[in-house]
């Protein structure tokens, strides 16, 4: 008789269901016999530019060093980090993703009796991590879809160890001020880390947004965790970052993994970060993209959710899920957020204006509005 290694594992995670990223093209394109050139992928959030062609040279130029181990300690990038968010090379943390970062922060600091505050509709990862290390969640209901940061304060106890907060908010694009933060942070207690999940930062611009590093050297129990899969568009590279304390990311790298970012990827992200033309070409396009779909989503008659990011949800007004399996079959991939406890919600990324159009057809016919 088999042994039932289900049962064996750990009791959280056998509770735990498995991340389920957007539908690949050429999964679509076997299910439904469809040809993957036709197909158009909004659904996970990623850069429609392509890499810029800096990033494709620096990636050209790594290859004959294959195999070679990557530099475990990313002296490169962390120096090239550290000079871009005005910090110290001993406070920046590399990670596979900032997805690694996250994960990092839970075996770090959170284990069975202890919990960690997240609010409704947040990040996926949050749970899961949270979940995977034994420790429990405080989930915080939602104030308009984004996070009721007085209430996340109220909803810290003793055995509170992190606390996420992105800025902007996945899936919902939601946002708070920089007063909102200042005062956040103002209250939490010093002996909880507050994780401010910033992956789509770049995206946005003026003074809507807190800048996150800027409050690091007053807030020692702040860390800040961003990304080079959005703005920069490198997500087939996983590669992101974390910055805090120089304590804090001692005791990350403990538990880090060897070898964590490819040399690839170490090569692509120092060429990113310094291809600010490509950057800026990011936000134009989003900019650009976010205003095509909110116009078409006005002419369909939808509500959707204000965002910041490079996403919009949007508002059915009855279950999703049949609208979303009718945009498959017309080629159109978009994110279901019913796992989000969003079931009349979609989540479209912001795609190349062809793209964008594409959806909205496709929309409009599945909806009979077109």
Same mark, same amino acid.
Request: with cysteine; glycine share 8%; charged share 15%.
């Given at each position: 008789?088999?042994?039932?290694?289900?049962?064996?594992?750990?009791?959280?995670?056998?509770?735990?269901?498995?991340?389920?990223?957007?539908?690949?093209?050429?999964?679509?394109?076997?299910?439904?016999?469809?040809?993957?050139?036709?197909?158009?992928?909004?659904?996970?959030?990623?850069?429609?530019?392509?890499?810029?062609?800096?990033?494709?040279?620096?990636?050209?130029?790594?290859?004959?060093?294959?195999?070679?181990?990557?530099?475990?300690?990313?002296?490169?990038?962390?120096?090239?980090?550290?000079?871009?968010?005005?910090?110290?090379?001993?406070?920046?943390?590399?990670?596979?993703?900032?997805?690694?970062?996250?994960?990092?922060?839970?075996?770090?600091?959170?284990?069975?009796?202890?919990?960690?505050?997240?609010?409704?509709?947040?990040?996926?990862?949050?749970?899961?991590?949270?979940?995977?290390?034994? &420790?429990? @969640?405080?989930?915080?209901? %939602?104030?308009?879809?984004?996070?009721? +940061?007085? $209430?996340?304060?109220?909803?810290? !106890? #003793?055995?509170?160890?992190?606390?996420?907060?992105?800025?902007?908010?996945?899936?919902?694009?939601?946002?708070?001020?920089?007063?909102?933060?200042?005062?956040?942070?103002?209250?939490?207690?010093?002996?909880?880390?507050?994780?401010?999940?910033?992956?789509?930062?770049?995206?946005?611009?003026?003074?809507?947004?807190?800048?996150?590093?800027?409050?690091?050297?007053?807030?020692?129990?702040?860390?800040?965790?961003?990304?080079?899969?959005?703005?920069?568009?490198?997500?087939?590279?996983?590669?992101?970052?974390?910055?805090?304390?120089?304590?804090?990311?001692?005791?990350?790298?403990?538990?880090?993994?060897?070898?964590?970012?490819?040399?690839? &990827?170490? @090569?692509?992200?120092?060429? %990113?970060?310094?291809?600010?033309?490509? +950057?800026? $070409?990011?936000?134009?396009?989003? !900019? #650009?993209?976010?205003?095509?779909?909110?116009?078409?989503?006005?002419?369909?008659?939808?509500?959707?959710?204000?965002?910041?990011?490079?996403?919009?949800?949007?508002?059915?007004?009855?279950?999703?899920?049949?609208?979303?399996?009718?945009?498959?079959?017309?080629?159109?991939?978009?994110?279901?957020?019913?796992?989000?406890?969003?079931?009349?919600?979609?989540?479209?990324?912001?795609?190349?204006?062809?793209?964008?159009?594409?959806?909205?057809?496709?929309?409009?016919?599945?909806?009979?509005?077109?």
């Amino acid at each position: 008789m088999s042994c039932d290694f289900l049962a064996q594992a750990l009791p959280s995670v056998q509770k735990l269901s498995p991340y389920v990223p957007g539908k690949p093209v050429d999964e679509l394109a076997r299910e439904l016999n469809l040809d993957p050139l036709s197909i158009v992928k909004l659904a996970s959030n990623e850069n429609p530019l392509g890499p810029s062609p800096k990033v494709l040279a620096a990636i050209t130029a790594a290859l004959p060093e294959l195999t070679r181990y990557p530099d475990g300690n990313g002296f490169a990038l962390k120096v090239a980090l550290a000079e871009r968010c005005g910090v110290q090379t001993n406070q920046v943390t590399l990670g596979n993703g900032s997805n690694d970062i996250l994960e990092l922060v839970a075996r770090a600091y959170l284990a069975p009796g202890l919990n960690a505050v997240f609010s409704e509709h947040a990040f996926a990862v949050y749970p899961i991590v949270t979940q995977a290390v034994g &420790a429990d @969640a405080h989930v915080v209901p %939602a104030k308009d879809f984004g996070h009721d +940061l007085p $209430a996340m304060l109220a909803a810290i !106890d #003793a055995q509170t160890r992190v606390v996420f907060i992105a800025n902007p908010n996945n899936p919902t694009g939601t946002w708070f001020g920089p007063q909102a933060l200042r005062e956040f942070l103002a209250q939490v207690p010093e002996s909880v880390l507050v994780v401010l999940d910033e992956a789509y930062i770049e995206y946005a611009e003026g003074d809507d947004l807190p800048d996150g590093l800027s409050y690091l050297a007053s807030t020692p129990n702040l860390l800040v965790s961003r990304t080079f899969s959005k703005a920069y568009g490198l997500a087939a590279l996983r590669v992101g970052y974390g910055v805090c304390s120089a304590v804090i990311a001692d005791v990350l790298n403990r538990v880090r993994q060897p070898f964590n970012v490819n040399s690839l &990827a170490l @090569a692509a992200a120092c060429a %990113a970060l310094a291809d600010s033309d490509y +950057l800026a $070409a990011s936000r134009r396009m989003n !900019d #650009a993209g976010m205003a095509q779909l909110e116009a078409g989503f006005t002419e369909l008659g939808l509500r959707w959710i204000a965002s910041k990011g490079n996403f919009i949800a949007f508002d059915l007004g009855c279950e999703a899920m049949p609208v979303f399996q009718a945009l498959l079959r017309e080629g159109v991939i978009v994110r279901p957020v019913a796992n989000y406890g969003m079931p009349t919600y979609l989540r479209v990324s912001i795609g190349l204006p062809a793209e964008n159009a594409r959806f909205l057809t496709a929309l409009a016919k599945v909806l009979d509005r077109g």
